[in-house]
């Protein structure tokens, strides 16, 4: 069974800074297209990044330019960067893998942004 495992979420103060990191594995990963959501507390989950298999990358509106998406794949992993974090960026953090067909997602990791 594919899984992926989420770790990097934490406390941070506005204007901070952390990594994410999306760790896969029972999955060819460099086969699948990963992206990064979001869902804040009594809000619906919404994308924050997407990079595919040939490592292009989309980002929401409010992630670009403080936000960015990479992968390893040798590691089976997958990053998101976030720069100049904002209270509005609270939320569990949840790594999607798209592959064969078939949507995976981890657990998801709290984000809180202190003001």
């Known amino acids: 069974q594919v899984q992926l495992v989420e770790s990097g979420g934490g406390l941070v103060q506005a204007g901070g800074s952390l990594r994410l990191s999306c760790a896969a594995s029972?999955?060819?990963?460099?086969?699948?297209?990963i992206g990064w959501y979001r869902q804040a507390s009594g809000k619906q989950r919404e994308l924050v990044a997407v990079?595919?298999?040939?490592?292009?990358?989309s980002y929401a509106d409010f992630a670009k330019g403080r936000f960015t998406i990479s992968r390893d794949n040798a590691k089976n992993t997958a990053y998101l960067q976030m720069n100049n974090l904002k209270p509005d960026d609270t939320a569990v953090y949840y790594c999607?893998?798209?592959?064969?067909?078939?949507?995976?997602w981890g657990q998801g990791t709290q984000v809180t942004v202190s003001s």
């Open positions: 999607n893998a798209k592959y064969v067909l078939i949507d995976y």
């Open positions: 029972r999955i060819t990963f460099s086969s699948a297209d």
């Open positions: 990079i595919s298999v040939g490592r292009s990358t």
